[in-house]
């Protein structure tokens, strides 16, 4: 069998599997995913069928198994059983409390099909792979929080929260959850808060109640990362001349702080923000590589990075 062929093969054995964990797989994905032309994956499809596998659907409608169709189990490569052993793993570390019974069980089952040698592996290799998070985990007392939220993304319907703000106060919001995700060890809710009329971040584990509404949403929302740009306060413009060496020590960081963009110049690089924590959280995380960088603008910040510098000194003496 030439290269030809088996390439083919392998391309068609992926498709298989795309049709089997999606409900629908266009032809022009299907294309870019396999870096092939669409009439190269018609014939795939159609090598699918005449080897008798049901599919549904035509030439740029997209193609679906035939509904209650069963395949046999799937057979996972060495590779790809090892790196559901690292997923694991990390998912014990990094994964919120509500999501990880879940994970768990879903794991069990993916063990139930793999074959003895395969089970094998995993047992040899589990004990030598670790990850050490030198955060504390930070979960909420509720159970199946994350579950239910993104249960409410995908049926589209209001949640009502408790939510604890950071100044301890408790108040109760309608949102409307766009998605959620974890940064800097914390796991947020980004949403439409229908009282304050525009979009909010909720960090998961402040959240005292949540209960699911059959409310339909009241718009169409994007993808999260279309949202993600919105912010809780009023922003305030900070340019900088960062020293080119210290920049790839604070490139994970510095998007928490209302990064925007930064241009190379022959004094350094120059980095602009919109930070909503210009009064405490900007300057104390400037002053880590302060040594470093100079102020731009705005000038207040020069101001309150001197008195922190002369405060901190007071402590020292």
Same mark, same amino acid.
């Given at each position: ?12 054995? #992926? ?35 005449? #080897? +008798? ?8 409608? +997209? ?17 790809? /059983? ?17 999501? +990880? ?8 089952? /993916? ?64 949102? !409307?959850? /766009? ?7 914390? *796991?947020? =809710? ?33 993808? =999260? ?8 306060? !009023? ?15 604070? /490139? ?15 004094? +350094? ?7 909503? *924590? =210009? ?5 104390? *995380? ?6 470093? #960088? ?24």
């Amino acid at each position: 069998m030439n290269d030809h062929y088996l390439k083919k093969l392998d391309r068609v054995t #992926a498709i298989l599997t795309q049709l089997q964990s999606k409900p629908t797989v266009r032809a022009q994905d299907l294309a870019a995913k396999f870096d092939v032309s669409i009439r190269t994956i018609y014939r795939d499809v159609k090598t699918l069928e005449n #080897a +008798g596998i049901p599919i549904v659907g035509e030439a740029g409608n +997209g193609y679906s198994l035939m509904d209650g169709y069963k395949l046999p189990p799937i057979m996972f490569t060495k590779e790809e /059983v090892l790196s559901f052993i690292t997923a694991e793993k990390l998912m014990q570390k990094f994964s919120h409390q509500s999501l +990880g019974a879940h994970y768990q069980i879903a794991m069990e089952k /993916v063990r139930s099909v793999l074959r003895n040698s395969d089970k094998n592996l995993i047992q040899n290799i589990e004990k030598q792979i670790d990850v050490y998070n030198h955060h504390t985990q930070s979960d909420s007392s509720i159970k199946n929080v994350i579950p239910t939220i993104l249960e409410s993304i995908a049926d589209k319907t209001q949640l009502i929260i408790e939510y604890k703000t950071v100044d301890s106060r408790v108040t109760n919001r309608t949102i !409307e959850a /766009v998605g959620i995700f974890f940064e800097f060890n914390y *796991w947020y =809710i980004m949403a439409f808060c229908t009282m304050r009329k525009d979009f909010r971040q909720f960090r998961v584990d402040r959240i005292q109640q949540i209960f699911k509404t059959q409310n339909p949403f009241s718009q169409e929302y994007g993808q =999260i990362n279309d949202y993600r740009r919105y912010s809780n306060g !009023e922003k305030t413009r900070v340019r900088l001349l960062v020293d080119k060496k210290i920049v790839g020590h604070i /490139v994970n960081s510095k998007r928490y702080y209302g990064f925007i963009e930064e241009k190379e110049t022959e004094e +350094g690089i120059e980095m602009t923000f919109d930070t909503e *924590w =210009i009064k405490e959280g900007f300057p104390r *995380w400037l002053i880590t590589f302060a040594d470093y #960088a100079t102020i731009l603008e705005p000038e207040s910040l020069k101001v309150k990075l001197k008195n922190l510098v002369e405060n901190i000194s007071k402590k020292i003496d």
